[in-house]
């Protein structure tokens, strides 16, 4: 089992009030729900800051016009030989 560390954190009543509320509709106690919502937070933001650099990435330095036909040309091909029916 991983090391746990108890924590006090302050939430706003009403917040509280939700969470409990949830937790009572589906039986995860607070620990699990709030140690589920840091890791969903932490992967959002971690998967924002991952497409973030990919932007910023493709930001400086896009594609060719090479490129680009090359893809026009590959994707004309591929409906070309495509049965269709």
């Not at 896009?62 to 004309?76: K, L, N, Q, V, W």
Request: with cysteine; hydrophobic share 40%.
């Amino acid at each position: 089992m991983p090391r746990v560390a108890k924590i006090s954190i302050s939430l706003p009543l009403a917040l509280l009030k939700r969470v409990d509320r949830y937790c009572r509709i589906t039986g995860e106690t607070r620990s699990e729900f709030l140690r589920r919502a840091a890791i969903a937070s932490l992967e959002a933001e971690e998967h924002r800051e991952a497409v973030r650099r990919y932007l910023d990435s493709y930001a400086a330095e896009p594609e060719s016009p090479h490129e680009i036909d090359a893809i026009g040309r590959a994707g004309r091909d591929a409906i070309v030989t495509e049965s269709w029916e």
